[in-house]
Nanobody, 114 residues
Framework: QVQLVESGGGLVQPGGSMRLSCVAS????????MGWYRQAPGKQRELVAL???????TYADSARGRFTISRDNAKNTVYLQMNNLNSEDTAVYYC????????WGQGTQVTVSS
């Protein structure tokens, strides 16, 4: 069973930037889609961004134009570059990998606050 390990979360000021990374324990190329979801307190988990093996991307409206998702199959890693962060981006961010099966990371906290 594949394991996904996120890193890069923490505290950032409004308007700041942060990059999340997610490393898969197995070949990332086996997963058609990899990406990020987030869950804020009291809210449902929501899609942030996805990227396919063909590098097609999907973004939530709230992320489009500010966030960039990328993947490096050679490193079994997917990244989320987040710019111009605001308080509404505060959430636990979860890495996701999907294909014939699916897997989730344990989550990393992102807090946007002054």
């Amino acid at each position: 069973q594949v394991q996904l390990v996120e890193s890069g979360g923490g505290l950032v000021q409004p308007g700041g930037s942060m990059r999340l990374s997610c490393v898969a324990s197995r070949s990332a190329s086996r997963f058609y889609a990899m990406g990020w979801y987030r869950q804020a307190p009291g809210k449902q988990r929501e899609l942030v961004a996805l990227i396919t093996t063909g590098s097609s991307t999907t973004y939530a409206d709230s992320a489009r134009g500010r966030f960039t998702i990328s993947r490096d199959n050679a490193k079994n890693t997917v990244y989320l570059q987040m710019n111009n962060l605001n308080s509404e981006d505060t959430a636990v961010y979860y890495c996701y990998a999907g294909g014939t099966g699916s897997a989730w990371g344990q989550g990393t906290q992102v807090t946007v606050s002054s």
